[in-house]
């Protein structure tokens, strides 16, 4: 039990007064003066000995209720603080006569919370061993205090963590130089080790040793310029960490002045700006690739504000209008107005009615006007626009690119009179090959006829007999080419009449028309299954006719000719070596010989006009047949070629279409 009479603060008053009473008096003045908690205690009890009556206004604690403790410290210390109180104990059992020593811990209050306390105490008797037998202590109430300290590092991990998330640091440096002082903000920007608490500051050599040579000067005469005019500054460089990373900064710096004017120290914050930078400049390449782009395709981009009527023109569209654009162009505005300026009245009425349908009706539109440019010139330009619209399909924007195509309207209508003249030409053709058909057939047919009869009924001499023969030949030869040709300029036209047509028949109605040539070579013909195909029955069956006819011409002369035809259906693989659309199915029709065959080098040149691997006197002919087989396979939208080798036959590889348009 703690005494609260005079007896019970003999250990106070002794130590104050001697052996003077007036311990009440003491107490009195105590509990007036001292803002702190002060009590005595008994270390050979280990239990309170004395308390101020401060205890009741720190803690809520009548004295009364105290009296009634009787056990130790247990009663006054927060529970999760009493074993660090019983260490702390221990200490001051070492302590000398002068000695003091202080610790934090929490004691209850009367409400049911509790409160920080700095206690600080000293031997204050000792028994007759030397042993304390009483200790003095004084505990301050740092709750406060605390509150605050634990807030201001709150705040100090606050901003370092947005330092760290944003990537930049704060800095500040005294009036007369030296040290630049750092937060750890600025430590990790430049990559070097964070220091701790006892450490913050930087040399401006150590710092500018991060600069690049090429920025230093510029840096350090801005410091000096703001120095010395007691002003901030702005300036963006270029940095090399410690572990070698460049690093685009941007530092800006303020000026803080003392009431009197002078100048007290620059602070300042210093950002890592290299993605940004490195942004702007990716936005800077694309720009000047746009930039080229038009200039090269002579053509603008504009973007029209429906609700504000604004809009807004590109560089290449001023270039279009023969302007410049504006100097330090930067998206210029320009108004209807001057726009319709460039047009004919006419031209500005049909536009504006159409213009009105487009934005209620369209999403997207393709354009063409006529502009008087500012040169006097007349342009054609042909626009291509899309409506963005809102959730109520109302127009809101309207983007688009307009592209200078007078050039490539005159080449146009310079193609249109060439086709003109190309169609033209191709009557006049058309007239020749009438008149190689029948005008110029006609004395051949003479000539033939009359030769024949007098061979046969005329008293000619032997010589003349072979001069004669070789005028009939020759003349036989120019109606086979004359025909030729003929079919050759049939093939040429574009191509018409196109129907679902079964190949198959088509392979039979050929056999019937060579059935002679096949019978006196003893040819034999094996044929799979053909197809269906979208293709001109005529000229189909004539490639089949040649191909076959070259087969049974070109054959060995110990061996009776034999021809195989197969088909199938490409696959995707294949079609995509050939470069064939990947939306169209194709068959391959595959016509193999046993013939005399060819060198591969020729394989093109056998099908070209006139061109002939043997003399006629081997083999007769025109060197038109291939030509025809080729000429039929484009107008099919297919392909044709050849493979062989001399003395192991050919094989003609045709690939059409299965579905064709006339």
């Given at each position: 039990?703690?005494?609260?009479?005079?007896?019970?603060?003999?250990?106070?008053?002794?130590?104050?007064?001697?052996n003077?009473?007036?311990?009440?008096?003491?107490?009195?003045?105590?509990?007036?003066l001292?803002?702190?908690?002060?009590?005595?205690?008994?270390a050979?009890?280990?239990?309170?000995?004395?308390?101020?009556?401060?205890?009741?206004?720190?803690?809520?604690?009548e004295?009364?209720?105290?009296?009634?403790?009787?056990?130790d410290?247990?009663?006054?210390?927060?529970?999760?603080?009493?074993d660090?109180?019983?260490?702390?104990?221990?200490k001051?059992?070492?302590?000398?006569?002068?000695?003091?020593?202080?610790?934090?811990?929490?004691?209850?209050?009367?409400?049911?919370n509790?409160?920080?306390?700095?206690t600080?105490?000293?031997?204050?008797?000792?028994?007759?061993?030397?042993?304390?037998?009483?200790?003095?202590f004084?505990?301050?109430?740092?709750?406060?205090?605390?509150?605050?300290?634990a807030?201001?590092?709150?705040?100090?991990?606050?901003?370092?963590?947005?330092?760290e998330?944003?990537?930049?640091g704060?800095?500040?440096?005294?009036?007369?130089?030296g040290?630049?002082?750092?937060s750890?903000?600025?430590?990790?920007?430049?990559?070097?080790?964070t220091?701790?608490?006892?450490?913050?500051?930087?040399?401006?050599?150590?710092?500018?040793?991060?600069?690049?040579?090429?920025?230093?000067?510029?840096?350090?005469k801005?410091?000096?310029?703001?120095?010395?005019?007691?002003?901030?500054?702005?300036?963006?460089?270029?940095?090399?960490?410690?572990?070698?990373?460049?690093?685009?900064?941007?530092?800006?710096?303020?000026?803080?002045?003392?009431p009197?004017?002078?100048?007290?120290?620059?602070?300042?914050t210093?950002?890592?700006?290299?993605?940004?930078?490195?942004?702007?400049?990716?936005?800077?390449?694309?720009?000047?690739?746009t930039?080229?782009?038009?200039?090269?395709?002579?053509?603008?981009?504009?973007?029209f504000?429906?609700?504000?009527?604004?809009?807004?023109?590109?560089?290449?569209?001023?270039?279009?209008?023969?302007?410049?654009p504006?100097?330090?162009y930067?998206?210029?505005?320009?108004?209807?107005?001057?726009?319709?300026?460039?047009?004919?009245p006419?031209?500005?009425?049909r536009?504006?009615?159409?213009?009105?349908?487009?934005?209620?009706?369209?999403?997207?539109?393709?354009?063409?006007?006529?502009i008087?440019?500012?040169?006097?010139?007349?342009?054609?330009?042909?626009?291509f626009?899309?409506?963005?619209r809102?959730t109520?399909?109302?127009?809101?924007?309207?983007?688009?690119?307009?592209?200078?195509?007078?050039?490539?309207?005159?080449?146009e209508?310079?193609?249109?009179?060439?086709?003109?003249?190309?169609?033209?030409?191709?009557?006049d053709?058309?007239?020749f090959?009438?008149?190689?058909?029948?005008d110029?057939?006609?004395?051949?047919?003479?000539?033939?006829?009359?030769?024949?009869r007098?061979?046969?009924?005329?008293?000619?001499?032997d010589?003349?007999?072979?001069?004669?023969?070789r005028?009939?030949?020759?003349?036989?030869?120019?109606?086979?080419?004359?025909?030729?040709?003929?079919?050759?300029?049939?093939v040429?036209?574009?191509?018409?009449?196109?129907?679902?047509?079964?190949?198959?028949?088509?392979?039979?109605?050929?056999?019937?028309?060579?059935e002679?040539?096949?019978?006196?070579?003893?040819?034999?013909?094996?044929?799979?299954?053909?197809?269906?195909?979208d293709?001109?029955?005529?000229?189909?069956?004539?490639?089949?006719?040649?191909?076959?006819?070259?087969?049974?011409?070109f054959?060995?002369?110990?061996?009776?000719?034999?021809?195989?035809?197969?088909?199938?259906?490409?696959?995707?693989?294949?079609?995509?070596?050939?470069?064939?659309?990947?939306?169209?199915d194709?068959?391959?029709?595959?016509?193999?010989?046993?013939?005399?065959?060819?060198?591969?080098?020729?394989?093109?040149?056998?099908f070209?006009?006139?061109?002939?691997?043997?003399?006629?006197?081997?083999?007769?002919?025109?060197?038109?047949?291939?030509?025809?087989?080729?000429k039929?396979t484009?107008?099919?939208?297919?392909?044709?070629?050849?493979?062989?080798?001399?003395?192991?036959?050919?094989?003609?590889?045709?690939?059409?279409?299965?579905?064709?348009?006339?």
């Amino acid at each position: 039990m703690i005494n609260t009479d005079n007896n019970g603060y003999s250990d106070v008053t002794e130590l104050f007064f001697g052996n003077v009473a007036g311990g009440e008096l003491l107490q009195q003045k105590i509990n007036d003066l001292v803002p702190s908690l002060i009590y005595i205690y008994d270390a050979n009890k280990k239990r309170l000995s004395y308390v101020n009556k401060r205890i009741t206004d720190i803690l809520g604690f009548e004295l009364e209720e105290v009296n009634t403790w009787d056990d130790d410290l247990s009663a006054l210390v927060f529970k999760e603080d009493k074993d660090i109180v019983k260490n702390e104990l221990e200490k001051y059992l070492s302590l000398k006569d002068n000695e003091t020593h202080s610790y934090n811990s929490r004691l209850n209050h009367k409400k049911g919370n509790w409160r920080y306390f700095r206690t600080t105490g000293s031997v204050l008797r000792r028994n007759e061993s030397g042993t304390p037998a009483s200790f003095l202590f004084v505990a301050e109430d740092i709750t406060n205090s605390l509150e605050s300290e634990a807030e201001i590092k709150a705040w100090k991990e606050l901003v370092n963590e947005t330092e760290e998330l944003l990537q930049f640091g704060t800095w500040s440096q005294n009036a007369y130089g030296g040290k630049l002082r750092w937060s750890d903000g600025m430590y990790r920007l430049f990559g070097r080790p964070t220091p701790g608490e006892t450490k913050s500051a930087i040399t401006p050599d150590e710092y500018f040793e991060h600069v690049s040579e090429i920025d230093v000067d510029a840096l350090k005469k801005k410091i000096l310029n703001s120095f010395e005019n007691k002003m901030g500054f702005e300036h963006t460089y270029t940095i090399t960490t410690t572990a070698g990373q460049e690093k685009v900064v941007s530092t800006k710096g303020k000026a803080i002045m003392s009431p009197e004017g002078d100048l007290v120290k620059l602070i300042g914050t210093t950002g890592d700006v290299t993605e940004q930078v490195n942004a702007y400049l990716e936005l800077y390449r694309y720009k000047q690739i746009t930039l080229e782009r038009e200039k090269f395709l002579e053509c603008g981009s504009w973007e029209f504000d429906v609700p504000d009527g604004k809009l807004t023109w590109s560089e290449g569209m001023y270039r279009i209008f023969g302007y410049e654009p504006p100097e330090q162009y930067a998206g210029g505005s320009v108004n209807w107005n001057f726009v319709n300026s460039h047009q004919s009245p006419a031209d500005v009425e049909r536009n504006m009615q159409e213009w009105k349908k487009i934005l209620m009706e369209k999403t997207k539109y393709v354009h063409e006007d006529t502009i008087t440019a500012a040169d006097g010139k007349l342009k054609r330009l042909e626009t291509f626009g899309k409506i963005i619209r809102d959730t109520d399909n109302a127009a809101l924007k309207v983007i688009g690119i307009s592209k200078d195509v007078t050039q490539l309207k005159e080449y146009e209508r310079e193609l249109e009179k060439r086709m003109e003249e190309l169609e033209r030409s191709n009557k006049d053709l058309e007239e020749f090959a009438y008149i190689a058909s029948h005008d110029l057939q006609e004395p051949l047919r003479k000539i033939t006829t009359f030769g024949r009869r007098i061979n046969l009924e005329g008293e000619i001499s032997d010589e003349n007999k072979v001069y004669l023969k070789r005028m009939i030949s020759s003349a036989e030869s120019m109606r086979v080419l004359i025909n030729n040709l003929l079919e050759f300029s049939r093939v040429t036209h574009k191509p018409s009449g196109f129907e679902n047509t079964n190949l198959n028949k088509l392979l039979e109605e050929v056999k019937i028309e060579l059935e002679l040539e096949i019978a006196e070579t003893g040819a034999i013909i094996r044929a799979g299954n053909l197809p269906w195909l979208d293709a001109i029955p005529l000229q189909i069956k004539q490639l089949f006719s040649n191909i076959i006819h070259n087969a049974i011409k070109f054959r060995k002369a110990d061996q009776n000719p034999e021809i195989s035809i197969a088909s199938y259906l490409m696959p995707e693989q294949e079609k995509e070596g050939y470069s064939l659309k990947k939306d169209i199915d194709y068959h391959k029709i595959i016509i193999s010989d046993n013939g005399i065959g060819f060198e591969q080098e020729y394989a093109d040149k056998i099908f070209k006009i006139f061109q002939r691997l043997h003399g006629k006197s081997e083999y007769p002919g025109t060197g038109v047949g291939l030509a025809i087989c080729r000429k039929i396979t484009d107008n099919h939208n297919g392909l044709l070629s050849a493979t062989s080798k001399p003395g192991e036959g050919s094989t003609f590889e045709i690939i059409l279409p299965v579905t064709n348009k006339n």
